[in-house]
C-alpha cells in the first residue's frame, strides 16, 4: 500500500512526490502521457533541449524557490530578451531605449519620455477598450507597431472589441536594458526541464502511459491518500460543463542551418504574419551542447494562437466570470472529496508560472505531510 498516489509527473507532482518520499512517505506517480515532465517536458534531438509543450524560461524573486529548484539542476546564465520582427524592422521587447531610438531616433530618455507623453495625449476621458488603453500608456506608434497586431493574434478580435482591463500596464524602460523579467533569478536548466525533473523524481516509482481516470476504480486502492494534478472538471466527468481553456498550435522544424533568428524568441507584431511567434530553442543554451561545442542544426516552433476545444491540450485557463464561476462549483465538489488534493495549473484551474507552482506545491506538502 503507498501512503500517497500522485496523478501527473509535471512540476507539481514532481516537487509533492519529492517530498513526500523525503519525509518517508511510500509514493507512486502516474502519468498518462509517456514522458515525465509534464508541460515543461523538454526532448534531445539533433542535441538541442527542445521544450516540446512551448518554451519554458525559469525566473523568479522568491530566493528559497531558487534554492529549490538548484539542488535538482544546474541553471545557466540565459536572460530573456524577446525581439519583435514588424513587417521586418525589428525592435527590443522589453520597450526600452533601443526601441525608442529605432521607431523615433530619438538618444536620450528624455527625449524618448517627451515622445511618449506627447503621444499618449490623444486618449483623454477613461479608456473604452483595449486599443484607447493602450495608446494611453504608451501612444499610437508603439502600440500599432508593437502591441496592435500581436494582440488581435493572440485573442482572435479586434483590439476596439477588447476590453481595457486586459492591459494594466505596459511597462517603458527609459534605459538599454534588454533583460524581459524583472526577476532576481532566471535561467535554464543545463541539459534540460525533463533532467531535473528526473532527478527530482529520484528513487521513486513511476508508470507512464496510465490514464488514472480510466482506471480510477483499482488505483485508488494502492493508496491511502491522492494527489490529483490533472483537470478537475475532468476528474467530476464533465458533470457541471467543460471550463475553457485558449490554447497554442506549434509548428516545428528542424532545419539544416546553424543560426535561423540569432535569439531564442522573435515576437512577429504585425497582423498579417499568422504566427505570433517563432522560438529557436538552442539559443536557450547559447547553441552549443553541454561539452561546448557548437551545434551545427536548429530547431524552430512557430506558434499559433488557437480556439480550444475539448480534447486539444488544455494551455491558459481563461480567467472570465463564467469560468471562474464554474471552477467555484468544482472545487466545492473537490473539497468533499475525501483524501483527494487537487494541486498545479489543471488541478486549481490557474495560470501558475514554474516558481509559483513550486511555491504552491512546498505550501501542501507543509500542510499535508507535516
Ligand atoms: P502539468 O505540467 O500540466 O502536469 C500535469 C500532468 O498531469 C501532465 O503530465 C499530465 O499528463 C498529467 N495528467 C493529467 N491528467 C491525467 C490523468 N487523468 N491521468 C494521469 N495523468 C494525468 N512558466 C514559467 O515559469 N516560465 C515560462 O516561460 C513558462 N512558459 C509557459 C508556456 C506555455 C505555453 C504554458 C502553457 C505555460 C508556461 N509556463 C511557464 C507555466 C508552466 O508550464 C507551469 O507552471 C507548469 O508546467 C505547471 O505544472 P503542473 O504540474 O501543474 O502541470
Given at each position: 500500500?503507498?501512503d500517497f498516489l500522485i496523478i501527473g509527473?509535471?512540476?507539481y507532482g514532481?516537487?509533492f512526490?519529492?517530498?513526500?518520499?523525503?519525509?518517508?512517505?511510500?509514493?507512486?506517480?502516474?502519468?498518462?502521457?509517456?514522458?515525465?515532465?509534464?508541460?515543461?517536458?523538454?526532448?534531445?534531438?539533433?542535441?538541442?533541449?527542445?521544450?516540446?509543450?512551448?518554451?519554458?524560461?525559469?525566473?523568479?524573486?522568491?530566493?528559497?524557490?531558487?534554492?529549490?529548484?538548484?539542488?535538482?539542476?544546474?541553471?545557466?546564465?540565459?536572460?530573456?530578451?524577446?525581439?519583435?520582427?514588424?513587417?521586418?524592422?525589428?525592435?527590443?521587447?522589453?520597450?526600452?531605449?533601443?526601441?525608442?531610438?529605432?521607431?523615433?531616433?530619438?538618444?536620450?530618455?528624455?527625449?524618448?519620455?517627451?515622445?511618449?507623453?506627447?503621444?499618449?495625449?490623444?486618449?483623454?476621458?477613461?479608456?473604452?477598450?483595449?486599443?484607447?488603453?493602450?495608446?494611453?500608456?504608451?501612444?499610437?506608434?508603439?502600440?500599432?507597431?508593437?502591441?496592435?497586431?500581436?494582440?488581435?493574434?493572440?485573442?482572435?478580435?479586434?483590439?476596439?472589441?477588447?476590453?481595457?482591463?486586459?492591459?494594466?500596464?505596459?511597462?517603458?524602460?527609459?534605459?538599454?536594458?534588454?533583460?524581459?523579467?524583472?526577476?532576481?533569478?532566471?535561467?535554464?536548466?543545463?541539459?534540460?526541464?525533463?533532467?531535473?525533473?528526473?532527478?527530482?523524481?529520484?528513487?521513486?516509482?513511476?508508470?507512464?502511459?496510465?490514464?488514472y481516470l480510466?482506471h480510477k476504480e483499482?488505483l485508488d486502492k494502492l493508496a491511502e491518500k491522492v494527489v490529483y494534478t490533472g483537470p478537475i472538471d475532468a476528474y467530476f466527468d464533465y458533470k457541471l460543463?467543460?471550463l475553457?481553456?485558449?490554447?497554442?498550435?506549434?509548428?516545428?522544424?528542424?532545419?539544416?542551418?546553424?543560426?535561423?533568428?540569432?535569439?531564442?524568441?522573435?515576437?512577429?507584431?504585425?497582423?498579417?504574419?499568422?504566427?505570433?511567434?517563432?522560438?529557436?530553442?538552442?539559443?536557450?543554451?547559447?547553441?552549443?551542447?553541454?561539452?561546448?561545442?557548437?551545434?551545427?542544426?536548429?530547431?524552430?516552433?512557430?506558434?499559433?494562437?488557437?480556439?480550444?476545444?475539448?480534447?486539444?491540450?488544455?494551455?491558459?485557463?481563461?480567467?472570465?466570470?463564467?469560468?471562474?464561476?464554474l471552477y467555484k462549483l468544482y472545487k466545492m465538489l473537490a473539497e468533499n472529496e475525501k483524501n483527494v488534493f487537487f494541486g498545479g495549473?489543471l488541478g486549481e484551474y490557474?495560470?501558475?508560472?514554474?516558481?509559483?507552482?513550486?511555491?504552491?506545491?512546498?505550501?501542501v506538502?507543509?500542510k499535508v505531510?507535516?
Open positions: 500500500m503507498y509527473s509535471g512540476l514532481a516537487v512526490a519529492h517530498e513526500a518520499k523525503k519525509r518517508g512517505k511510500k509514493v507512486l506517480v502516474i502519468d498518462k502521457r509517456n514522458n515525465i515532465a509534464g508541460n515543461i517536458y523538454t526532448e534531445k534531438i539533433e542535441g538541442i533541449n527542445f521544450h516540446k509543450y512551448g518554451a519554458h524560461i525559469f525566473h523568479t524573486n522568491n530566493k528559497e524557490v531558487w534554492k529549490y529548484v538548484n539542488q535538482f539542476a544546474t541553471f545557466n546564465r540565459f536572460t530573456n530578451s524577446p525581439v519583435a520582427n514588424y513587417k521586418g524592422e525589428l525592435y527590443s521587447m522589453p520597450f526600452n531605449m533601443y526601441t525608442f531610438n529605432k521607431m523615433w531616433g530619438v538618444v536620450t530618455p528624455e527625449e524618448a519620455k517627451a515622445k511618449i507623453e506627447e503621444q499618449k495625449k490623444e486618449i483623454t476621458g477613461e479608456p473604452q477598450n483595449l486599443e484607447e488603453q493602450a495608446i494611453s500608456l504608451i501612444g499610437r506608434d508603439i502600440y500599432e507597431k508593437l502591441v496592435k497586431g500581436y494582440t488581435e493574434k493572440q485573442w482572435g478580435r479586434d483590439c476596439k472589441e477588447l476590453p481595457a482591463f486586459i492591459i494594466k500596464r505596459l511597462p517603458v524602460r527609459l534605459t538599454f536594458d534588454n533583460n524581459y523579467f524583472d526577476a532576481l533569478y532566471q535561467g535554464i536548466p543545463i541539459g534540460g526541464y525533463t533532467k531535473m525533473v528526473e532527478n527530482m523524481l529520484d528513487g521513486i516509482e513511476i508508470r507512464l502511459g496510465i490514464d480510466e483499482e460543463g467543460a475553457e481553456y485558449r490554447s497554442v498550435r506549434f509548428e516545428n522544424e528542424v532545419l539544416d542551418i546553424p543560426n535561423y533568428q540569432g535569439n531564442a524568441a522573435v515576437n512577429y507584431t504585425d497582423r498579417e504574419t499568422p504566427w505570433t511567434r517563432i522560438i529557436e530553442h538552442k539559443w536557450f543554451e547559447f547553441g552549443k551542447d553541454e561539452a561546448g561545442n557548437d551545434l551545427p542544426k536548429t530547431i524552430i516552433s512557430k506558434e499559433y494562437s488557437s480556439e480550444w476545444k475539448l480534447g486539444d491540450e488544455p494551455y491558459y485557463p481563461v480567467n472570465d466570470k463564467k469560468n471562474s464561476d495549473r490557474k495560470y501558475y508560472d514554474m516558481d509559483s507552482i513550486i511555491e504552491s506545491a512546498l505550501l506538502c507543509k505531510l507535516d
